[in-house]
């Protein structure tokens, strides 16, 4: 056993504190990354001796070095048959319910081999993951591989269609395969009709969802979760159903088109249209009205020959805009649902941090209107798609745009640190621009970052000027302030400072561009906007 191996086996044994030591460390356990085949196998045997309890630190500990060890077991042809059963060892005592036995299976998923993919079928048939989240982490090597033994995986897998946590996973893999011709006949080709009792089962419990939400805070949360999970399978059963092509699939498919759901009923409507049905190609024509499903609509209908059908008012370059950020704004790791309210309010063509030529950027407000009171902002569309989950709506369109481009921007002398990372050197001249911008009629600044561009080292911190919130932003010489705005979602600090370095960045790229420079000079007029304060 090699010594560093033998190092980290005593940090285990020693406790939480040495542990801690080691997880502090970032570069402690990077040998992992060029582990030797029997550093491997002895990291393999200690893992099936940690036992299924374990603390916080333990946890993070393992973390580092389960993800550690996936990434070099992607250069790995093969484990011997000895370790893989270390891994269903270790899986099988962990328990499902255990806090990493889900980067056990990404271990199988790494290797990609035959007999590594065959445990992982067997492991997520007999004991999947507890929840969604740690499915799609055990799954995404699997998804990220080009060439799989897929004879191996199907059908073992489809028998963990029942399992609520991972069908979803199954049937996406099983999609991806078919869509990029790894093979023809689709693996669960012989399951319409199970399929399609499970999509009804789904489209049912969503039903029930929308007419009897949960008034209980606490159940509503629960329920949300139900809702996203059977969301994301019947998604995956109407993308299975357009690629198996079977005529059964269509009966089950209508049940969706009565759910309020839009992007459900929009893959509905998309599946039962590419299996030659009317009645889902008259509604994916009234979808387009719906920015939410406007992107997907559209290029269905192309394919479909049925654009003509569709008013030109939701073919325009804005209409399709809105649509993408309504789109993205839905995503479950952004809001998770559509704007009420979405709309363009500038576009122009400009050049952009990143990108050779100018590009094409698209400034969209949108709002969500909740129980608890309307959210609004702005988001952008063009060079990237994005939105903070702070109110931009009271900048001007100059600074909205600043704040994307420092936000996209990226240059190795250009970074920022926090305070939990700053040297003594570093502490003291936060503590002297602190004191300096107190001088300067600042209340009681509190440091949020360093800024480092350039070369220049800027102080960012939240405080307040004349009883007014927002950020100041001191280098050497200046010192400028950015307002929070009245907002229930203010400006903070990190998006204050996107906008400071923003601006320099959109200067140094638009000086000579007429539609910048005129944009910065009408601004405050036109919009009585106000510019950040230097002083």
Not at 8 to 22: F, I, P, R, Y
Not at 210 to 230: G, I, Q, R, S, Y
């Amino acid at each position: 056993m090699s010594d560093r191996l033998n190092a980290v086996l005593s940090g285990w044994l020693e406790g939480d504190q040495a542990l801690e030591a080691w997880i502090q460390r970032a570069e402690a356990l990077q040998w992992i990354l060029n582990a030797e085949a029997l550093e491997i196998s002895g990291i393999l045997r200690f893992l099936e001796s940690v036992p299924p309890e374990i603390s916080d630190t333990q946890r993070r500990f393992l973390d580092r070095v389960l993800n550690l060890l996936a990434i070099r077991l992607r250069k790995f042809d093969e484990l011997d048959e000895a370790d893989l059963d270390r891994i269903v060892s270790a899986h099988q005592k962990w328990g499902a319910t255990h806090r990493m036995d889900h980067l056990l299976l990404a271990l199988l998923a790494s290797l990609g081999s035959e007999p590594a993919l065959k445990r992982f079928a067997e492991l997520v048939v007999q004991q999947p993951p507890a929840n969604s989240n740690a499915a799609t982490i055990a799954f995404v090597p699997l998804l990220r591989q080009d060439d799989i033994a897929t004879e191996t995986l199907f059908p073992k897998l489809l028998e963990a269609l029942s399992h609520l946590s991972v069908a979803s996973l199954v049937l996406d893999l099983a999609n991806q395969m078919v869509r990029r011709g790894d093979i023809e006949r689709h693996p669960a080709a012989d399951r319409v009709e199970a399929l399609g009792e499970l999509f009804a089962g789904l489209v049912a419990r969503l039903g029930k969802f929308e007419n009897e939400p949960p008034t209980e805070v606490k159940d509503f949360v629960a329920a949300k979760v139900a809702v996203t999970e059977a969301t994301s399978i019947a998604l995956a059963i109407c993308d299975a159903f357009t690629l198996i092509g079977d005529q059964k699939a269509v009966g089950k498919l209508k049940s969706a088109l009565d759910l309020k759901h839009r992007k459900l009923r929009s893959e509905a409507a998309i599946s039962l249209a590419k299996l030659g049905n009317e009645e889902g190609k008259e509604l994916l024509v009234e979808l387009a009205a719906e920015p939410v499903c406007r992107q997907r609509v559209l290029a269905t209908a192309e394919e479909l020959d049925l654009l003509p059908k569709i008013a030109a008012e939701y073919q325009t370059e804005q209409a399709k805009v809105e649509g993408e950020l309504a789109a993205w704004l839905s995503l479950d790791t952004q809001f998770g649902m559509p704007p009420h309210e979405i709309h363009q309010i500038d576009t122009r063509t400009l050049g952009w941090p990143g990108f050779e030529d100018p590009i094409e950027c698209h400034l969209v407000q949108y709002a969500f209107h909740m129980p608890g009171g309307t959210f609004q902002s702005v988001g952008i569309v063009g060079p990237a798609t994005q939105s903070f989950a702070v109110d931009l709506a009271p900048l001007g369109l100059a600074d909205v745009y600043a704040a994307f481009a420092g936000w996209q921007a990226e240059h190795p002398e250009v970074f920022e640190l926090e305070p939990e990372q700053w040297q003594p050197n570093q502490l003291e001249l936060v503590n002297n621009l602190r004191q300096r911008i107190e001088g300067e009629g600042y209340e009681s600044p509190q440091p949020a970052m360093l800024g480092f561009f350039f070369g220049d080292i800027r102080l960012i911190a939240a405080t307040k000027r004349e009883g007014q919130p927002g950020t100041a932003v001191a280098d050497l010489r200046n010192t400028t302030f950015y307002p929070a705005g009245e907002s229930r979602h203010p400006i903070g600090p990190r998006e204050a400072y996107y906008v400071h370095v923003g601006r320099e960045y959109m200067q140094a790229f638009n000086k000579d561009r007429p539609e910048w420079v005129s944009l910065n000079e009408s601004l405050s007029e036109e919009e009585g906007q106000s510019p950040p304060e230097a002083s």
